[in-house]
């Protein structure tokens, strides 16, 4: 079992949409959780970041965390046509400063 | 946050070449970092770049493969040496900063072996 699974999609969705993304994870070691969306060609752009368990809201973005069942998403209203990207969940220990990623989700929102 | 210019941005290299990609960042950062993105899968940690030091590798990569130079705290260099088809990715230079040690990337280097 990988330490954190993320499915590959992809995920189409109309626009408008809300959309939940979503990982899990085994290691109860980490702590911090993080988001980051990359575009074709680009490099990973980081969206949320959150400390332990709850919700953080960003715009139309919200990023919640359970830790107790080992799970974050990232939940995205309204989505856009230019939400289409990969997204990649991250996370790490506090005792770490490099991250262990997900494989990431393709979303694609077609108008 | 920080900015990041990697270069270059891609390449087509013969195999057996060498190729050496550049990462300039805009502040002086503590932490400098190499990964591989493969199609479909997570990005792959190769090396953390040690200011004035040896890198530190990942398992699975080695430093007669891709050696790393850090000269200085905003700059550092990765080299994929003696290239074959497999090593045909996408190279992402990333630095870790502030408080919350956030990992920020650069553009990424696309590379085909052929």
């Known amino acids: 079992q990988k330490e954190v699974e993320q499915d590959p999609g992809p995920l189409s969705v109309p626009e408008g949409a809300i959309v939940s993304l979503n990982c899990t994870y085994s290691?109860?070691?980490?702590?911090?959780f993080m988001w980051y969306r990359q575009y074709s060609r680009k490099g990973p752009e980081l969206l949320m970041y959150t400390y332990s368990s709850g919700n953080k809201e960003d715009g139309r973005f919200t990023a919640q965390v359970d830790k107790s069942s080992k799970y974050i998403s990232l939940f995205i209203r309204d989505s856009q046509p230019s939400d289409s990207a990969t997204y990649l969940c991250a996370m790490r220990s506090g005792g770490s400063y490099i991250p262990t990623f997900g494989r990431g989700t393709s979303l694609i929102v077609h108008p | 946050s920080a900015v990041i210019s990697q270069k270059p941005s891609r390449d087509i290299c013969q195999r057996g070449t060498s190729l050496t990609i550049q990462c300039q960042v805009d502040?002086?950062?503590?932490?400098m970092f190499w990964y591989r993105q493969q199609p479909g899968q997570s990005l792959t940690l190769i090396a953390t770049a040690n200011q004035g030091s040896e890198a530190t590798y990942e398992s699975g990569f080695v430093i007669d493969k891709f050696p790393i130079s850090r000269p200085n705290l905003t700059f550092s260099t990765l080299t994929v040496s003696n290239m074959s088809p497999e090593d045909s990715s996408i190279y992402l230079c990333s630095v870790d900063t502030g408080a919350r040690r956030e990992a920020f990337f650069g553009q990424g280097t696309r590379l085909t072996v052929v």
């Open positions: 502040s002086q950062v503590t932490m």
């Open positions: 290691n109860s070691a980490f702590q911090y």
